[in-house]
């Protein structure tokens, strides 16, 4: 069956036996309460999913099976010579709630070579959509036309016992994951090189290949890639992209078109959109001050008069953390250590210093730090993937490990069809005024 997948099988029967055992003791808990405020605000707050991969917690940020993300940059395996972690090993963290070991990184990065080829009608539908289709328009369109190649689908068709779910499940998940860089390579290479192509180098691990067929070469941005695809992988369940893949596995559609549509959530400004929208705003900052390197003063004076136009800032404030993202210290460390002159770095750098004072002052900002997004493409244009329409894809490849590894156990745990109650707002006043029960089916 595969090393990684017996594993898997084994963790997975465990906690499908803890969690029966939980239901048959505790299934009538309460847990939490509901307000009215957050039916009509985004369900914030509302706890509905259990989600095994990953945790947010306010203050320390994401942790991946219980490890920070400094504890992360630490303890996973790296490549040799070099000291960012291997995306490979967060997988397996992931998937399999232990920490891997140097052979069981390998392993990963070798299956995932073998089943990197994307058959040749996919970028034939690629190529068939306009120049100018936004980057991820390409990248979901691409994947759908991979779905033909979905083993759960196909094996669904043909009467498939719902205690192999799992299995065809994670066979796609690998599957998808190792063409995804292949795939958004190409995407890249297409757009903005003029379709100079570059073949896949089989010796390489699966951020640094990705790298490679981006066109850079150069091994500082290879070990940016492995930080990118790592602190970018996932962010609990209830954020749009991780709980749209979840929402439509939970309809038994299989992967791919799980992944798609979880990929169209990203696609939006208020998810991984924002990456973009940070580059964009610093380069009209700069534009408008007429200056590559503005000083805190000046930034102080565009931020205001970005508020008072009833703007954001963007790539800062967040929905759950209350402190700065880790992953914004991930990659400011990242960049003191390889790039500490480069002017954007160090207009990010000097951002961070004087928006949070701003967004205080204003007394209605629950989180005035900084989140992942308003590093992650500045780091990039110094190596000069300054085309910044493009980085959503980068953040989709790498959500893509997240989100398969919950879908994963999705299919493992055996969860039904995810189906909450909705109510109208006549219904709520009738409610409010003791006149119905809202809740029920």
């Known amino acids: 069956m595969g090393v990684l997948k017996d594993r898997f099988k084994a963790k997975s029967d465990i906690v499908t036996a803890e969690i029966k055992d939980l239901l048959k003791e505790h299934g009538d808990k309460v847990i939490g309460q509901v307000y009215l405020s957050q ?13 095994e991969t990953s945790l947010l917690d306010a203050q320390d940020g994401i942790r991946f099976r219980g490890y920070s993300i400094p504890e992360l940059r630490q303890k996973l395996p790296k490549a040799n010579g070099g000291n960012e972690p291997l995306p490979e090993g967060l997988f397996y963290l992931m998937l399999v709630g232990d920490l891997p070991e140097e052979e069981d990184v390998q392993h990963i990065t070798s299956v995932w070579q073998r089943r990197s ?3 040749n009608y996919v970028f034939d539908t690629i190529e068939s959509l306009p120049i100018n289709a936004h980057p991820m328009t390409q990248f979901v369109v691409a994947i759908m036309a991979l779905q033909t190649e979905s083993r759960f689908a196909k094996q669904y068709a043909q009467g498939m016992s719902k205690k192999d779910y799992w299995e065809a499940v994670f066979d796609d998940a690998m599957d998808l994951i190792a063409r995804l860089p292949r795939i958004a390579a190409y995407i890249y290479r297409r757009k903005y090189k003029n379709g ?13 290949n990705f790298a490679h067929m981006l066109g850079y070469e150069n091994f500082e941005f290879q ?43 990203l696609a939006g400004p208020l998810h991984g959109l924002a990456n973009q929208e940070v580059v ?24 205001k008069k970005t508020l008072s136009e009833g703007r954001v800032v963007p790539g800062y404030g967040h929905a759950v953390l209350r402190q700065t993202d880790p992953r914004f210290i991930a990659q400011m460390e990242f960049g003191k250590r390889h790039i500490p ?3 954007l770095v160090q207009t990010v ?16 900002v629950k989180n005035p730090w900084p989140n992942v ?53 006549a219904l709520v006043k009738r409610w409010l005024k003791g006149e119905d029960e809202i809740w029920g089916d």
């Not at 244009?381 to 919950?406: D, M, N, W």
């Open 39 to 51: 039916i009509y605000q985004g369900m914030r707050g509302i706890t509905g999913l259990v989600t």
């Open 117 to 119: 080829h994307v058959p």
């Open 196 to 208: 100079d192509h570059i073949q896949p180098n089989g010796l390489l691990d699966w951020a640094g």
């Open 223 to 265: 070990e940016l890639m492995r930080l990118y695809m790592t602190i970018h992988a996932d962010h609990e369940g209830g954020n749009v992209s991780a709980h749209t893949t979840h929402l439509v596995g939970s309809a038994l559609s299989d992967p791919y078109l799980c992944l798609a549509a979880g990929m169209n959530g």
């Open 280 to 303: 964009k705003w610093i380069f009209e900052m700069r534009e408008e001050l007429k200056t590559e390197m503005p000083t805190k003063e000046q930034i102080a004076e565009y931020v």
């Open 341 to 343: 002159n480069d002017p």
């Open 349 to 364: 750098w000097n951002i961070y210093e004087v928006v949070p004072p701003i967004l205080q002052a204003l007394g209605k």
């Open 373 to 425: 997004d308003a590093h992650s493409g500045s780091l990039l244009v110094h190596f000069g993937l300054k085309e910044y329409e493009y980085y959503t894809v980068l953040f989709g490849v790498s959500r893509s490990l997240g989100v398969l590894a919950s879908l994963c156990w999705d299919r493992a745990l055996g969860y039904p069809i995810e189906r909450p109650k909705s109510v109208t707002t």
